[in-house]
């Protein structure tokens, strides 16, 4: 091999200019006042500019900034779809890692309730969005007949806006399948729309309370201690082999042995391959239960005496995994292949953020009285963004996390995978044709319906108290 080649530096040139943008865009919200108070996520806004170079080269060069012959290795392999590549594992391998963390913490009834109304808020928000871009999308291709749109992209806002860049660009890629010209830029492209709306209304609703005094700017009292870097009994930093390695050598293990898996079942049943590498983040969390399960009998057992698995670098592993995911994915957004949809796509941008406003405004005034702000917000830039978005607002009110609002933010996870996968299929059988997608607008409403019965349960079924009968007769 000779390594002056430009294919040997290709890949490592697209991971570095990735880097590069966000590290730019993190300087731009340091020198810009205007810009850090917009609360845009530093991978967002990397991702933003090379969006804005890769168009510019488009039509200036006649071809996109990561198809230059520096970043494809002489043709070898195509920068863009690189990037597309980055966002699906960067999804996968950050799911993964969430899912290797430990909790210790004991949960009362109550607040078992709470994380049970947290994880259907969410998996209600996906339906939601679905329900209503199903709708627009369902009603444009009857009304424009747009050349290569198919009426069932819709439901890509429940994952663009409810899941983020990478299961947005992994069932826009399936959709193209069906006809879907552009799918996948299309799916992108509605999720880099969703940071800006939970960003630009995030940032409205905190300024708009606390001119009316309903939530105060509480900073972050005290610094990090040894605790919140690592457990008792874990192994060391340094040894024999570093923990950070032995951290990524665990969650790159599960990620693998999650394509094992789904290799295995696509090869017994050939239709479900699209399907089942479309969900490969979830396979990957399913594998980090028996994992996790095998590592605490071998702790009981005394065959490992220290703890392998370190939360905090476990968190710093699914952080970047996450940052580049969203940097790659804006950044592979191919503007002129959407022209033709603008209209639709921002259509889907006002609707998705109108229905998630009210939607979650209404639950959290109800659900989370108590604290009320802190978790729509928490819960808004969520479902507009990532997690990660609803922490950078929640932050703003609640830097010392006083509240459980970011504990629900974490925990719902659980009970919303368990509610939203089998809905998740829907995806798969909408784009086959329009009476599919149709259908399939019909469940999402009425899965909708019933799962909202089930959070307001103690609302819709709580007994009326019977006064109680006195003897007033001597």
Known sequence: MNYSELSVWAFIMIIA???????LGNVLRTLVPGIKKTLIPVSVMGGMLLLIISTITYYCAGDYFFNLEVFCGNGKMNGMGVLEMITYHSLGIGFVASGMRTSKKKFTKARAGEVLNSGLTTVNGYLIQAFFGLAVTL???YLLHTDGLISAAGILLAFGFGQGTGQALNFGKNFEEYGFEGGGNFGLTIAALGFLVACIV?????NVMRRKGQIQIVEKEKGNSLADYEDENEISVVSSMDKFT????????????????????SMLIPSLATTLFGFNFFIGVLLTIPVKAVLNKLYDKKLIKKRVVNNFMMD????????????????AIQIPLLVKYWGVLLILAVVGALVTVFYVNFVCKRQFAAYRHEQFLAFFGMLTGTASTGMILLREIDGTYRTPASENLVFQNVPAMVLGFPLMFLANFAPKSDLNALITCIIVGAAFVVLNIVLFRNNIFKRKRQPVETDTEN
Request: charged share 5%; hydrophobic share 70%; proline share 0%.
């Open 202 to 206: 995030g940032v409205i609703y905190i």
């Open 17 to 23: 200019v990735l880097l590069f943008s966000m590290l």
């Open 316 to 331: 710093r592993i699914g952080g970047f995994a996450f940052d580049l995911m969203i940097v790659a994915g804006v950044a």
């Open 246 to 265: 032995v951290q990524v050598a665990i969650v790159l293990a599960v990620y693998g042995a999650s394509f094992g898996l789904m290799y295995g079942l």
């Open 139 to 141: 009603i444009a291709a």
